[in-house]
């Protein structure tokens, strides 16, 4: 199978007062079509800034340096969506790419009823469809996410906040799209309703065959949802692979470390170790694997300096690759 969406080698800076922050570094990543692929990492990872070079919508301080990110569209044609202008891109965002975000609620104009929000996405990308067309298809979308139409006639304000979120999801879907990017769709939203929104992007998934990419820094709202797993740290992708080989057999330490730390219902909570330390300030990188000062596998001269062996990702599994060398020790040696 193709990829839908490769990334290649992407790195974004911003240049902040003090130097320049590599907030995404040498980022390389296929999409498969129809999956749904999930990114997890801390805060400040570089999740959201991954997510913004995907749709080409980083702003100043922010720029991408470097890489490739093509896209296979609907006829099968590759583009690299980083040459396109600002004008050529926006031809495909909303129709081919589109995302959902956190504060993606906000985004709903107060003054505009749901209605609106439909007609005016709708014609400004594509302006043959009529009135009545747009609605059926709205009211189709807003039967898929579990809203009434009665909300067509509501202001933002007269909805909850997991009522507003599940409007975006049915506008971003609107003009079609074949990827779609959910940066921390949940977040903002209680226990119930994350759960309840995770359930419905699943059957969205399910009939639509959508590909769903969702960055969190929460892997147990996803994991039961994805196809493929990918790792961040510190602005670098450390591993990635199919869920299950993955949450089985997690082959870089930051992964392993991360896997320990979730609690399930079935075990011991107080066996739970978080991962000590904390991520390194993307200013002040060491000369080391960026791991490297949290790292039970930590190896003087392997992990850093001149010979540093972690630069690269490495095979680790027949669909799993790990920046770390020495994988194969990740599950045999505990702390
Ligand atoms: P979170 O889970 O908190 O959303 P994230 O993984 O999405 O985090 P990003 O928001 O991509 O992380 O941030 C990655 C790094 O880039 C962080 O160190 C952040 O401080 C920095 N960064 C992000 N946006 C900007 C900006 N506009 N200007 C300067 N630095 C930025
Ligand atoms: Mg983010």
Redesign the pocket.
């Known amino acids: 199978m193709e990829p839908i969406l490769k990334i290649r080698n992407l790195s974004i800076d911003?240049k902040?007062n003090n130097g320049t922050?590599r907030?995404?570094d040498n980022v390389s990543l296929d999409i498969y079509k129809g999956d749904i692929v999930g990114i997890i990492?801390?805060?400040?990872?570089?999740?959201?800034?991954?997510?913004?070079g995907i749709l080409k919508t980083i702003?100043s301080?922010?720029e991408i340096s470097e890489g490739q990110i093509i896209y296979c569209d609907k006829e099968d044609k590759e583009i690299d969506l980083l040459k396109l202008t600002e004008e050529e891109y926006a031809k495909y965002r909303w129709s081919n790419i589109t995302t959902v975000f956190?504060a993606a609620q906000n985004v709903l104009n107060p003054t505009l009823k749901i209605k609106e929000h439909f007609l005016e996405t709708a014609w400004a990308h594509n302006n043959k469809l009529t009135k009545h067309e747009i609605l059926d298809k709205t009211k189709e979308l807003l039967k898929n996410v579990r809203l009434e139409e009665r909300v067509l006639d509501s202001y933002p304000h007269q909805l909850s906040g997991g009522m507003k979120q599940r409007t975006i999801i049915a506008l971003s879907l609107l003009l079609s799209p074949d990827i779609l990017i959910l940066?921390?769709p949940t977040t903002a939203l209680d226990v119930i309703t994350q759960w309840y929104i995770m359930d419905i992007l699943r059957k969205v998934h399910e009939e639509m065959g959508i590909t769903m990419i969702f960055?969190?820094?929460d892997v147990s709202v996803i994991g039961s949802i994805v196809d493929r797993l990918g790792v961040?740290y510190a602005?670098e992708l450390v591993e990635y692979g199919m869920v299950e080989d993955i949450f089985k057999k997690p082959t870089h330490p930051y992964t392993y470390g991360l896997m320990h730390a979730i609690p399930s219902l079935h075990d011991d909570v107080s066996k739970r170790k978080a991962i000590p330390g904390y991520p390194p300030n993307?200013l002040e990188l060491p000369d080391s694997c960026r791991f490297a000062p949290r790292c039970y596998l930590y190896k003087d001269g392997i992990c850093d300096g001149d010979s540093k062996k972690t630069d690269k990702l490495y095979t680790s599994g027949p669909d799993q690759l790990t920046r770390c060398y020495m994988w194969e020790k990740v599950n045999k040696i505990c702390r």
């Open positions: 911003y902040v922050l907030a995404c990492g801390e805060s400040g990872s570089g999740k959201s800034t991954l997510a913004s702003k301080p922010g956190q940066d921390e960055l969190t820094h961040m602005g993307l």
